[in-house]
């Protein structure tokens, strides 16, 4: 495989920025890096660590993610045989597993739509029953609830009642910030989302607005989309956990590779292609960056020779829980602007196949978007 650019150049310059080649390579390398995570029924492991370390687990969740990615990469003419029959027909059978929550029904009725929409009406018909048996659509956590409105919206469109009925709670959770609660039941976390919960409602309503289903969506997901711009550190790290009655960053560890190379992609360039805003493009080569070695450890976070980037840079030592933990609290205590405590850092050399799949999923068929 091609040396990487990033792998051997890591860049701090702010004139540096990823293009054409650059993107490329990241498509090659997850490829690779997930022929190295499929295990042998033809799914994918929970994680794996950097040099010859073992595979672990197995995760359903993370599978239809990598499937997503790779019938993206397909269709966009990439090469590969990672999903042939044999994941396919694991996930059938693990379709009715207690392992796969609702919001996994949203991703496999997402994966399904890309893949001709065969099995949607199964799959919706298992999506409801387990909506009535987990509390509903209000109950879902912020990044399941958005997989559900996009799953839905490529499978069904606006005619399905229940995409009318999961799109209308998920706009009914963003609030006067632009920012998304973590749930909309109002339990107490419901104040504090993840950049997930924020980055893939952005992808489904921008998805929503590309596909016409409902005029609110653009400027919905576009409200979202500017608070995060505002939120992004400046060497394009995205923070992990907001306030949503301040739109405060209120703690940024960990900072995770998946988010600046895929999922940021995912839902901005989305949002970009919807409404022609450029700087959505912008802020996405900004976070590309950051994997290259423009972070707060000037290094790489591509290892070429275990093909995986590592999952994350995250706080240090043994108090790193107790500090997040702090820096929450703090915020929950207080409404003014406040500034979280950071502290000492380290590299994460963890790698989850669905950061790959994610990888494809953001650049296949993108691949010269940022020349």
Request: aromatic residues 6%; charged residues 25%; glycine residues 10%.
């Amino acid at each position: 495989m091609t040396g990487l650019r990033g792998a051997e150049d890591p860049s701090q310059s702010d004139a540096f920025r990823p293009t054409e080649l650059d993107v490329r390579r990241l498509i090659e390398l997850a490829l690779a890096g997930l022929g190295g995570m499929r295990l042998a029924d033809g799914t994918f492991c929970l994680e794996r660590t950097a040099g010859d370390g073992p595979l672990l687990g197995r995760s359903l969740r993370y599978s239809l993610m990598c499937l997503i990615g790779l019938v993206t990469a397909a269709r966009a003419g990439h090469d590969h045989d990672l999903a042939g029959a044999e994941l396919r027909d694991a996930l059938r059978t693990a379709e009715s597993s207690p392992q796969l929550k609702a919001g996994d029904l949203g991703l496999y009725l997402w994966a399904d739509a890309l893949d001709g929409g065969e099995n949607c009406g199964r799959l919706r018909d298992n999506l409801v029953h387990r909506l009535e048996a987990s509390g509903g659509l209000a109950a879902r956590e912020g990044l399941e609830l958005a997989w559900i409105v996009h799953g839905l919206g490529l499978s069904a469109g606006g005619v399905d009642p229940l995409f009318r009925q999961a799109l209308d709670v998920l706009l009914d959770n963003q609030l006067s910030c632009g920012l998304f609660t973590h749930y909309g039941d109002g339990r107490r976390r419901s104040r504090f989302p993840n950049f997930a919960t924020e980055i893939y409602s952005v992808l489904a309503l921008a998805t929503v607005a590309k596909l016409g289903l409902d005029d609110r969506a653009a400027a919905a997901a576009r409200r979202t989309a500017d608070r995060l711009l505002l939120r992004q550190l400046p060497d394009g790290g995205w923070p992990w956990l907001y306030d949503v009655t301040t739109g405060r960053v209120v703690e940024p560890y960990e900072i995770y590779s998946v988010h600046q190379h895929a999922m940021a992609p995912m839902g901005m360039l989305a949002l970009a292609e919807a409404t022609d805003d450029d700087r959505y493009v912008d802020a996405t080569a900004e976070g590309l960056q950051w994997i290259y070695g423009r972070n707060e450890l000037g290094r790489s976070m591509i290892d070429e020779r275990s093909l995986i980037i590592y999952r994350s840079i995250r706080r240090k030592g043994a108090t790193a829980r107790l500090v997040s933990t702090a820096n929450v609290a703090t915020a929950a205590a207080t409404r003014h602007a406040w500034v979280p405590k950071v502290g000492p850092v380290e590299l994460n050399d963890t790698c989850r196949p669905y950061e790959l799949g994610w990888l494809l999923e953001a650049w296949c068929g993108r691949e010269t978007i940022l020349a």
